[in-house]
């Protein structure tokens, strides 16, 4: 890395799941902009990889930890023209994840517009220490850094209204993940993972894939539904993605599981010429795969709190369970395609089972086509977005240099 009279464009987007809402933006921007460099700033090191395959000459920071020397040598060497944060809580205190306030005073220093896109409210309070001490002494400081929020709704722009922020800088654009379909064609997959395909045509052609599973719950409720799958369809594969597989508890849990149900199982970052021919679970312990996992499934389960549209745009069947808290912006996702019948929620193990064999013995040719139709009505929150960047900012500027 190195300045070189370059600026960049730098994108707070924690994980993965923020990275589908960044790619909706990015191409069109630096397009626009080419000569501006894409720095990712990332919530933690074993993302990377998963940024720079969607992005290969981009540049990931970890901020996780991040002091302020940190912060100033990546201002240095990559001097920002703009900052985005992606999906995070309009009030930086209430992020789940930790967002330094020095990451946004030190782009403010350096000059860069700053906006947060697809914002939304968490209403929590401070998870640490650090975050309450930034409340206290940044709280407005950072409300007044921010040169737009780019919200998903009326509340979102009440609240800050009422904590000072002029209405000019607010506006209402909507949820861009309904317009993820942008990105995808639906029915298709180019990048399913090699490995992955090929070892389960050997496998089986019922695949049962659960993407971020991460309460012991949920994880018991989809173990236990695939095998009582197995009497039906012996041969069912099932694709399971625990949320933090990195994390050594948890995975000694769920291995823990697997083997109390005498389940054959891998791991997906394991050579696939080692898979026994039997396998019945491939547990996704890789990083940025899921949504393309997604497109060979027959079926696909989504955990808790995480976004149902990815499976959908493959014109999946999806299914989900309840419990699901409404302080996550996945939440309005899934209850208003819970409502509208697209997708299906379940309670218990045998209820699930039931759910998938019905699915499995009758596909719907038409699902592709209702679900577009539904998208296509909630959509619409990109193009908003973009007209915003595009001319109430130094995009607009540096676009027309």
Avoid at 133 to 151: C, I, M, N, Q
Avoid at 155 to 172: F, H, K, Q, S, W
Avoid at 233 to 262: D, G, K, N, S, T
Avoid at 295 to 316: C, D, Q
Wanted: aromatic share 10%; with cysteine.
């Amino acid at each position: 890395m190195s300045g070189s009279g370059r600026r960049w464009l730098w994108v707070y987007a924690y994980a993965v799941g923020e990275l589908g809402v960044a790619e909706l933006l990015l191409q069109p921007l630096l397009e626009r902009c080419p000569e501006l460099g894409l720095l990712f700033i990332v919530g933690k090191g074993n993302y990377h990889s998963a940024y720079q395959a969607r992005f290969p000459l981009c540049e990931t920071w970890n901020i996780d930890p991040c002091g302020t020397s940190e912060i100033e040598r990546m201002a240095v060497q990559c001097p920002p023209a703009a900052l985005l944060i992606i999906e995070m809580p309009c009030f930086l205190w209430e992020a789940p994840c930790r967002f330094p306030f020095s990451v946004v005073e030190r782009a403010k220093a350096a000059g860069a517009f700053v906006a947060v896109i697809n914002g939304w409210l968490y209403e929590a309070q401070p998870s640490c220490r650090m975050d309450r001490l930034e409340k206290r002494w940044f709280g407005k400081a950072y409300l007044r850094h921010v040169d737009r929020f780019l919200v998903q709704n009326d509340n979102v722009r009440n609240r800050l209204l009422a904590a000072g922020v002029d209405l000019a800088r607010i506006a209402v654009t909507g949820n861009i993940k309904f317009d993820a379909g942008a990105m995808v064609t639906t029915g298709t997959a180019s990048n399913v993972p090699t490995r992955v395909s090929a070892a389960l045509k050997k496998l089986g052609s019922v695949v049962i894939v659960a993407g971020s599973v991460q309460d012991i719950d949920e994880q018991t409720l989809v173990l236990d539904a695939f095998m009582e799958l197995l009497a039906t369809y012996p041969e069912a594969v099932l694709i399971v993605a625990p949320r933090y597989p990195e994390q050594h508890e948890r995975r000694i849990c769920l291995e823990a599981m697997l083997a109390q149900r005498r389940l054959i199982y891998v791991y997906r970052s394991t050579e696939s010429s080692e898979w026994p021919a039997r396998t019945q679970v491939i547990v996704l312990d890789t990083m940025g795969e899921l949504r393309d996992c997604y497109a060979i499934a027959s079926v696909a389960y989504v955990g808790r709190n995480h976004s149902v549209l990815e499976p959908l745009l493959f014109a999946k069947p999806v299914f989900v369970t309840g419990g699901w808290q409404a302080r996550y912006p996945s939440y309005p996702v899934n209850r208003c395609l819970v409502d509208s019948g697209i997708v299906i929620e379940t309670e218990t193990a045998i209820a699930l089972c039931e759910a998938w064999t019905d699915a499995l013995a009758s596909p719907s040719a038409e699902r592709g086509a209702l679900v577009d139709c539904a998208l296509a009505e909630l959509a619409g929150a990109r193009a908003r977005t973009l007209e915003i960047l595009f001319n109430c900012g130094p995009f607009a500027e540096i676009g027309h240099a």
